[in-house]
């Protein structure tokens, strides 16, 4: 096994810049989200079965959820360190951790993830203790902790409202060719005002995926209100062969007022 003296939890270093931060300074989460993604990647390709690695053997990592909790974001300019481990192993998919803390060791909050291997000509579940000789299993964290809840079952009732709908377009559409991760949850935010944005902090969210959406689908955004300040959205698709609609994900939005 190659890199094997690495430790199993990989740490990377971020800064919330200007022009990531919203109206009141704190970093989006989508580009909070986008650091995370950045540092399994990191952390993954370090140790020998990260996309690098993927590619040519026409493979890649495909996020199949996604929770984050945050007691607070980061503010314009601050550092902040992502850590990341994997905590669980199966055949087609694994669990990988997240904690975000200042460099003086502030706890910002944590994420949890599951990600499937895919084979990108057949878009099929692969083996990943192929990968690199089963490399993986070196890396297996499973005293270091997490303490938020796993991913939901994200439930849509029937009486949920289509609240806005829009054309994928260049920007939406990342390297794999499909609409990135992050835009879904883009997307969803900008369902609410300023004015809400301006009493409320996202504590909770969740992202479960489906399928992938592709350049020229139509996405359709419904939501329900759950209980107070707790909303579910259901992410659809359509195309211009058809106006049936396909569900592509589903997302969970727990706020709460500014401290």
């Known amino acids: 096994m190659e890199n094997n003296k690495l430790p199993k939890v990989g740490r990377y270093l971020f800064l919330a810049e200007p022009f990531h931060c919203n109206f009141k300074g704190m970093l989006f989460p989508g580009h909070l989200g986008n650091h995370m993604l950045n540092a399994a990647d990191f952390h993954s390709d370090e140790r020998g079965y990260g996309m690098s690695k993927l590619l040519p053997q026409h493979k890649t ?12 974001m980061p503010k314009v300019y601050d550092k902040f360190y992502i850590e990341t481990w994997v905590d669980g192993i199966m055949k087609f998919f694994t669990t990988r951790n997240y904690s975000v803390v200042s460099p003086e060791g502030k706890v910002f909050g944590y994420g949890k993830s599951i990600w499937a291997l895919i084979d990108t000509d057949t878009r099929k579940p692969s083996d990943l203790l192929e990968l690199n000789e089963g490399a993986i299993l070196n890396y297996v964290e499973k005293e270091k902790e997490c303490p938020i809840d796993n991913p939901s079952h994200v439930k ?18 990342d390297m794999n ?12 935010l900008d369902i609410y005002s300023l004015d809400y944005w301006g009493k409320k902090a996202l504590r909770r969210l969740e992202i479960a995926y489906i399928i992938e959406a592709y350049y020229d689908c139509t996405l359709h955004f419904y939501e329900e209100e759950v209980s107070a300040d707790h909303y579910h959205i259901r992410v659809t698709k359509s195309d211009e062969s058809s106006e049936e609609e396909t569900d592509v994900c589903r997302i969970a939005f727990i706020f709460e007022d500014n401290k």
């Open 156 to 173: 849509m009732g029937k009486q949920a409202n289509r609240i806005k709908s829009l054309k994928v377009s260049y920007s939406d559409i």
């Open 177 to 188: 060719g499909h609409v990135n991760s992050m835009k879904y949850l883009e997307h969803a």
């Open 61 to 72: 990592w495909v996020l199949s959820r996604l929770v984050l909790e945050m007691q607070e």
